[in-house]
């Protein structure tokens, strides 16, 4: 190839000579490349700019400067003239008019006064001191002499803040010119003048400034006193007040802007010692306070609506604590109404205390992160709940608590237990406000009522009640949801509380004269219903977020979200307790619905042997499943879950057992016993030394002492099971004993007969344990509460009827007895009698010194029952579970109520169906003869009387 210049120079074009090349950038300079020129060009254009910004700082700077020469010589100027205006003004006498001349120096003064200054405030002083002595010119002043007014106001305000540290008598000038702008007298019939101009100076820091004078000339108090300490103590709180007499004559807006600045510079400063001691007890004690205006100020309750809008002044814990001892002063002598006002203003004002580093809640595990040593929280805190749970502050407070409630004093209420509860972690039973409400039958109503009144728009675009779109799952929007969670978390919470100490009869109606229960049965069964799907929706959303799946639907704060996940599965838990005890539900009332119970059947259960209970999970639909199991099992149908639980039991025999084909293939633990000594003998081979998972192959020995024939292919074994637990559980051996209606539980006294009583129990729940691993079915009536004990759930007083009915039913009658209980002579103690020998067991420290009387009453009865459920046989009920748990874990049998258990050992006690026996009778291995004869059996069974 040619290149382009060789090409050009082999042909000839017609010139006789070449063409120059013309450099625009010079001849003696090379070529520039494009980026070098644009790099250029750029550092041209900011050195450009960079010269502009120069020159404009410059410009301003020089206008700055000229203007503050300008405004310096005509500060100068009107200097000048006031002084020599001011000169004239005293030469005048007092009786003669000069509202022109006064009018023109307040103007020159306003332009030109600096309070730092000590020429302009002796011109403060002396003009302040004409419009005192001029008195007469202020009736029926001008707009614009009221306007001046209200600014020379403020100028003496900032005055009095500035000088507030040096001396009094500095201020002594101003603070007599605030006194005298806002006196009514001053401005003869104009009486709303002074009120107008006390408004503006409000709003420009009255209080804050008088407050600080007073804490100048006040030593900090020792003790809290209303008193003032001394004559200029008493002048200096009758200025700061005067506000507040003058605010019956303002506007509605002008009246309460007062007391939201009387909140924010006064009573936000409870932490001062001197506010704290003197200012508030001052304020509270005087007549021109008025509590209901500073309530009203802070809620912003427009009239008489009670419509909360939102509160007007910044919430903090001074301003919470100032409220509080306001309202353990006025509360006892105001109308209900103002108590609802007082609570909504408590219901803004708690939640300062948690963003001040006070809450005990910051996560989910209650770890406490705070801006404050931990001793300074605790002293807050104790300070703070101390004055919130004072015995007349909660009576007052649960005074305006009746059927008919307005719904802003139910949420305010609903807040504050809520924020207690949840962000304080406070015990509902050791607080006097928490239990008041309760045990208040009206409020566990109307906060259920009000909850299932709220609607929203769901997705279709209809309004529907909240918590049906919450127990379908629906989406809600955060505000709906945050309501939702506070009042269901609140209502839960109180009635999970409250049936604690709900006697069986109080609830099914029994006893209609304690009045108690808040429901009907009917409504319960519709609550119960409701706060299942609830459950069943909470839980799904908690294994989706422990899947590592963002929460779809409910849109909480964490620790928000596990109070009303808690506070909903136990009661609905309870509520099913009951119901298990004595039906007060239709039958599949607690069932889920069918899309929750399909996917049951496909769970797989090496997530149950594997240890994944604890919570090592991946698969959002596993996690969800397990967790409907363990925390409300009893949504699915009886059947399924035993199906479950066998195939659990399948899976883990299979793993610790081998074949199961063929009983004696196979590792083996073998077992010698004489038939005579049959517990004995299983006692000492099998203790605690055997995984007893294992297959048990017997060897029986007669009463000869012989060897019986045969081998055992698994009926000797499961003849064994059954004969060591009918001698184990039988009454004579000691360590079980049957309550009246022959159903058995652990000898309270058997330590008298058997030492080692604990290593027998351990063995027993082994025992009974492989005999339910073996799918063996053992005739054993144990107790309920017995059972209960076994699964690791808690009894209480309710359950006392199935250990002794007798006991139960005279423990209730005192709750109706009418006399004086100090007659019937009852301790806090309990004397056991047996074989012999007499034990005294105080119930409570020194119990057998402190008498039953009406006031510990209910104490005593849950102390009893909790004595003899719990603490008498605990040692006993211990060491059976922990064997029990050795064979099969007890998280499988939490599956199961009580009732569900013992029909898993010992079968349902319904009749059998002879027809359906023979329609599902199969013959195998068997010849016509047999086949003839198990027939013929079958036939006389049925002639059978039933």
Same mark, same amino acid.
């Given at each position: ?145 009221? $306007? ?359 609830? $099914? ?438």
């Amino acid at each position: 190839s040619v290149s382009g210049d060789s090409a050009s120079s082999m042909f000839f074009d017609g010139s006789a000579r070449s063409r120059p090349v013309v450099s625009l950038g010079g001849k003696s300079k090379k070529q520039e490349a494009r980026a070098d020129l644009l790099k250029r060009a750029q550092v041209d254009r900011r050195q450009r700019e960079a010269a502009r910004k120069k020159t404009a700082s410059a410009c301003r700077i020089q206008a700055g400067y000229r203007g503050y020469q300008v405004r310096k010589a005509m500060r100068a100027e009107l200097c000048r003239e006031f002084d020599s205006n001011i000169s004239s003004l005293l030469r005048v006498p007092v009786d003669q008019s000069v509202t022109e001349l006064i009018g023109t120096l307040t103007r020159q003064l306003l332009y030109f006064y600096t309070p730092q200054s000590q020429t302009d405030r002796a011109r403060l002083c002396l003009l302040c001191q004409n419009y005192i002595t001029r008195k007469k010119m202020l009736e029926g002043p001008s707009d614009l002499l009221i $306007y001046r007014l209200k600014r020379l106001g403020v100028v003496c305000c900032r005055t009095v803040a500035t000088l507030s540290g040096v001396s009094v008598s500095a201020v002594a000038m101003p603070l007599r010119m605030l006194e005298f702008v806002t006196d009514v007298r001053t401005f003869g019939e104009s009486d709303t003048v002074a009120a107008k101009i006390a408004v503006h100076i409000v709003e420009n820091g009255w209080f804050s400034s008088l407050c600080n004078v007073l804490e100048t000339c006040i030593a900090d108090p020792v003790d809290s006193s209303p008193s003032p300490p001394s004559t200029l103590a008493e002048s200096l709180l009758s200025i700061l007040l005067k506000p507040l007499s003058l605010a019956q004559q303002c506007k509605s807006e002008h009246r309460l802007q007062i007391y939201r600045h009387l909140a924010s510079e006064v009573f936000s400063r409870h932490s001062v010692p001197f506010v704290r001691l003197f200012l508030l007890p001052a304020i509270n004690s005087s007549r021109l306070f008025k509590f209901d205006m500073l309530l009203e100020s802070l809620t912003a309750l427009p009239g008489s609506q009670m419509k909360l809008l939102a509160l007007t002044v910044e919430p903090t814990v001074d301003l919470l604590h100032s409220v509080l001892i306001s309202g353990l002063m006025h509360l006892p002598h105001l109308p209900g109404k103002v108590t609802v006002c007082y609570v909504t203003a408590l219901r803004l004002l708690l939640p300062s205390a948690s963003k001040s580093g006070l809450s005990a809640s910051d996560n989910e595990d209650g770890m406490m992160t705070s801006l404050f040593p931990v001793c300074d929280v605790r002293m807050e805190r104790d300070e703070l709940m101390d004055r919130l749970d004072d015995e007349l502050h909660v009576s007052q407070l649960l005074s305006v608590i009746q059927e008919q409630m307005p719904v802003s004093a139910v949420e305010a209420f609903a807040h504050i237990v809520h924020w207690m509860v949840v962000e304080k972690k406070c015990s509902i039973h050791q607080s006097r406000l928490l239990s008041g409400l309760t045990y208040n039958r009206h409020f566990l109503h109307a906060i259920w009522s009000h909850t299932a009144s709220l609607t929203s728009l769901s997705v279709v675009g209809k309004r529907t009640p909240v918590i049906q779109q919450l127990s379908c799952g629906s989406q809600l929007r955060d505000s709906d949801m945050q309501t939702t969670a506070v009042l269901l978390t609140v209502f839960c919470a109180l009635s999970s509380h409250s049936l604690f100490s709900l006697h069986d009869a109080e609830f $099914y109606g029994d006893d209609t004269k304690s009045g108690s229960m808040p429901f009907s049965l009917d409504e319960m069964v519709d609550i119960s219903a409701i706060l299942r799907d609830i459950s069943i929706t909470l839980l799904t959303e908690h294994a989706a977020n422990k899947s590592g799946l963002q929460m779809k639907s409910i849109h909480l704060p964490p620790h928000h979200f596990h109070w009303l996940l808690m506070s909903v599965v136990q009661l609905v838990n309870q509520l099913y307790a009951r119901d298990c005890r004595r039906r007060y539900c239709p039958e599949d009332h607690w069932l889920a619905r069918q899309s929750v119970r399909s996917s049951l059947h496909q769970l797989g259960v090496d997530i149950f042997i594997d240890g994944a209970l604890d919570g090592h999970m991946q698969s959002s639909a596993v996690t969800q499943n397990v967790l409907l199991l363990t925390t409300v099992p009893f949504i699915f149908p009886f059947r399924e879950r035993v199906t479950l639980f066998y195939r659990i039991l399948s899976r883990d025999r299979s793993e610790k057992q081998g074949d199961l084909i063929d009983f004696n293939m196979g590792e083996a633990i073998q077992v010698t016993a004489r038939r005579g000594r049959i517990y004995e003998d299983a006692f000492a081979e099998l203790n605690t030394r055997h995984d007893l998972k294992k297959k048990l192959r017997v060897h029986l020995i007669n009463a000869q002492g012989l060897d019986e024939a045969g081998i055992d292919g698994g009926g000797i074994f499961r003849e064994f099971l059954s004969s060591v637990l009918r001698a184990g559980f039988d009454e004579n051996l000691g360590l079980f004993c049957a309550t009246s209606n022959r159903q058995l539980y652990p000898n309270p006294q058997v330590h008298l007969v058997q030492e080692d009583f604990r290593h027998h129990f351990n063995f027993l729940g082994r025992i009974l344990a492989k005999a339910l691993y073996e799918n063996m079915l053992i005739e054993l009536p144990l107790a309920d509460f017995f059972i209960l004990k076994v699964l690791g759930y808690d009894v209480d007083v309710n359950h006392l009827a199935s250990l002794d009915p007798e006991m139960y039913r005279n423990l209730l009658s005192l709750k109706s007895y009418d006399g004086d209980m100090e007659e019937l002579s009852l301790y806090f103690s309990v004397v056991n009698s047996a074989i012999g020998a007499t034990e005294v067991v105080e119930l409570k420290p020194d119990g057998q010194n402190i008498p039953v009387t009406s006031q510990n009453l209910i104490e005593y009865i849950h102390l009893m029952a909790n004595y003899r459920l719990n603490k008498q046989i605990h040692a006993h009920c211990l060491a059976f579970q922990q064997g029990f748990a050795s064979v099969i874990d007890i998280s499988w049998l939490r599956m199961f109520n009580h009732k569900e258990l013992q029909t898993l050992i010992s079968g349902t006690e319904a009749d059998i169906d002879i027809n359906d026996l023979k329609e599902h009778t199969i013959y195998g291995g068997m010849c016509t003869v047999y086949v003839c004869v198990s027939s013929f059996l079958l036939q006389l069974i049925m002639c059978w009387p039933s």
